[in-house]
Nanobody, 126 residues
Framework: QVQLVESGGGLVQTGASLTLSCAAS????????MGWFRQAPGKEREFVAA????????YYDVSVRGRFTISRDSAKNTVYLQMNSLRHEDTADYYC???????????????????WGQGTQVTVSS
């Protein structure tokens, strides 16, 4: 069992930076690929970024590539999403999720994930 708790969301202006954190409980954090998804009001949840269980692979949606960076700290059982050059269209609830490492890579679809956090809200004012 893995519990995920996101933090770091908030209200920022266009062009600003923000770092989201996702703290995981449990001793098997390093066995999971981790992903970030987001859901804007009135829209479906969409994939943002993922990092492999060993930290050696990352994957980004084209909409955030070059602006967002996903990373993980196994000592702290935490995955991060550094978001730079934020745009109004990045406004959404952001969720982290965990997928057992033996599944398909990259984990682009939400049904691949085993555990989800409750989300943190990011609002980018234009």
């Amino acid at each position: 069992q893995v519990q995920l708790v996101e933090s770091g969301g908030g209200l920022v202006q266009t062009g600003a930076s923000l770092t989201l954190s996702c703290a995981a409980s449990g001793r098997t954090f390093s066995s999971y690929d981790m992903g970030w998804f987001r859901q804007a009001p009135g829209k479906e949840r969409e994939f943002v970024a993922a990092i492999a269980w060993n930290g050696l692979d990352t994957y980004y949606d084209v909409s955030v590539r070059g602006r967002f960076t996903i990373s993980r700290d196994s000592a702290k059982n935490t995955v991060y999403l550094q978001m730079n050059s934020l745009r109004h269209e990045d406004t959404a609830d952001y969720y982290c999720a965990a997928q057992w490492r033996g599944k398909r890579w990259p984990p682009l679809d939400d049904y691949q994930y085993d555990y989800w956090g409750q989300g943190t809200q990011v609002t980018v004012s234009s």
